[in-house]
């Protein structure tokens, strides 16, 4: 049966012990004292009928990494909330961890962002079938490989060596999810031509490509126009 329109509200989602270590961990890098300390001291981007605003400079980067972390979080929240037919016990293992970690990422952002993150995002998952096991998993390695590619597209918009910093650590957890969706569908697949390039390179995309992609995923309106684009 196809999973209609959801709302993500901020506390929708339950985080099991496992999410909740890995939450602590996060939130207890050092960056993220001074990410909070520095968010805290921008003023708040105006949300208005052209979308919601994600703001300018790191802050607009950083929600706009909170925005695709909401969208995966609130995917694979679904996906365990309703498990498609004959999905095996280490399958359930596994998209149950990257379900917690993709709630920690989101509850991250949004605890670093503070008054200055953007709101809950409506999404539309019409278009997946949670309950084919094909569909769940396509729809998985498109939103793996899309992570990836926006946080490499992202990197060279930070500033603060700091987030930078951040945003490498949740690539790379991300990178892995990746490798792991392919494998889960074609065991063998997870670095193939069509994630690594002719160098050995993950993909990278501008958040403009990558928000085109996710706002098929979405009812809310994202207003990326005061991103930085170089």
């Known amino acids: 049966m196809k999973q209609k329109h959801m709302y993500v509200s901020e506390d929708q989602h339950a985080i099991t012990p496992k999410g909740l270590a890995r939450r602590r961990f996060l939130t207890q890098t050092a960056g993220?004292?001074?990410?909070?300390?520095?968010?805290?001291a921008c003023k708040k981007d105006k949300n208005d009928d052209t979308g919601i605003n994600?703001?300018?400079g790191d802050i607009g980067i950083l929600n706009y990494a909170y925005a695709l972390e909401q969208l995966e979080a609130a995917f694979y929240t679904q996906?365990?909330?309703?498990?498609?037919?004959?999905i095996t016990a280490t399958e359930t293992a596994l998209l149950?961890?990257?379900?917690?970690?993709?709630?920690?990422?989101?509850?991250?952002f949004k605890k670093a962002?503070?008054?200055?993150?953007i709101p809950g995002l409506e999404v539309n998952f019409a278009a997946i079938n949670f309950s084919s096991r094909d569909s769940v998993l396509g729809t998985a390695k498109a939103f793996e490989d899309l992570g990836v590619?926006?946080?490499?597209?992202?990197?060279?918009?930070?500033t603060s060596p700091d987030y930078l910093l951040l945003a490498g650590k949740i690539v790379s957890v991300e990178a892995r999810h990746a490798a792991l969706i392919r494998d889960l569908i074609s065991n063998g697949s997870f670095a193939d031509n069509t994630a690594i390039d002719a160098n050995g390179l993950d993909m990278a995309k501008a958040p403009g490509e990558v928000l085109a992609t996710a706002a098929s995923f979405l009812k809310s309106?994202?207003?990326?126009?005061?991103?930085p684009t170089s």
């Open 54 to 56: 994600l703001g300018s």
């Open 96 to 108: 149950t961890d990257i379900r917690d970690h993709e709630i920690a990422h989101r509850e991250f």
């Open 32 to 40: 993220l004292v001074t990410m909070a300390a520095v968010v805290g």
């Open 79 to 86: 996906v365990m909330m309703t498990p498609f037919p004959g």
């Open 221 to 227: 309106k994202i207003n990326a126009s005061n991103l």
């Open 149 to 158: 590619a926006a946080y490499n597209g992202a990197g060279k918009l930070i």
């Open 113 to 117: 962002l503070a008054d200055k993150a």
